[in-house]
């Protein structure tokens, strides 16, 4: 099965902050990465496939990036309504698996 | 408007049955191929199965292989999950999730999930 490991697993940010998180794959995966976000008590919405093209709707301060094992999401300034759990997905082959969260509080 | 709406949680006995289902909507329901997703109290997202858009195809997580099955009846536009032999650790919100349009591109819609508790 394919591993994946998100970092950090807890990040303290302001509005208006750059962040970026990391997910690496334990073998290779092309693009086939997806983003979420968690708000608490909701479910997951989708952010980002194939690594870096953003989900219809989402807003353009959210970018992925990478190929391969390595992949981050950046959110270039971050939002109030940004303040919650982010996971990474492989949709490279089953079972899918995910990351194990990276959850982004106000400083 | 695309709608999942699951139901079927509830408290049950570990080693008990309970069937969740996934009422779909708002979209053609046999177009899709579509998952079950699970999230333990305080903890992440742990995929459970998945079933093509025909019903013919369907793949596990290990950890439920050979008590879980998934299946669907596009005459209901239903998905569902039958969880046998259920464990302590089978303890979580059950999601459903529909699978992207080109197949790795993620899950764009999910449920609101339904609540699995098994204790004795």
């Known amino acids: 099965d394919i591993q994946l490991t998100q970092s950090p697993s807890f990040l303290s940010a302001s509005v208006g902050d750059r962040v970026t998180i990391t997910c690496r794959a334990s073998?290779?995966?092309?693009?086939?990465v997806a983003w979420y976000r968690q708000k608490p008590g909701k479910a997951p919405k989708l952010l980002i496939y194939?690594?870096?093209t953003l989900q219809s709707g989402v807003p353009s301060r959210f970018s992925g990036s990478g190929s391969g094992t390595e992949f981050t999401l950046t959110i270039s300034s971050l939002q109030p309504e940004d303040f919650a759990t982010y996971h990474c997905?492989?949709?490279?082959?089953?079972?899918?698996?995910f990351g194990g969260g990276t959850k982004v509080e106000i400083k | 408007q695309v709608h999942l709406v699951e139901s079927g949680g509830g408290v049950v006995q570990p080693g008990r049955s309970l069937r969740l289902s996934c009422a779909a909507s708002?979209?053609?329901?046999?177009?899709?191929?579509m998952h079950w997703v699970r999230q333990a109290p305080g903890k992440g997202l742990e995929w459970m199965a998945v079933?093509?858009?025909?019903?013919?195809?369907?793949y596990y997580a290990d950890s439920v292989k050979g008590r879980f099955t998934i299946s669907r009846d596009s005459s209901k536009n239903t998905l569902y999950l039958q969880m046998n032999s259920l464990r302590a650790e089978d303890t979580a919100l059950y999601y459903c999730?529909?699978?992207?349009?080109?197949?790795?591109?993620?899950?764009?819609?999910w449920g609101q999930g339904t609540l699995v508790t098994v204790s004795s």
């Open positions: 073998q290779g995966i092309s693009s086939n």
């Open positions: 194939a690594a870096s």
């Open positions: 999730a529909r699978d992207g349009e080109l197949g790795k591109d993620g899950f764009d819609i």
């Open positions: 997905q492989q949709v490279n082959s089953y079972p899918l698996t």
């Open positions: 708002g979209f053609t329901f046999t177009d899709y191929a």
């Open positions: 079933i093509s858009y025909d019903g013919s195809k369907k």
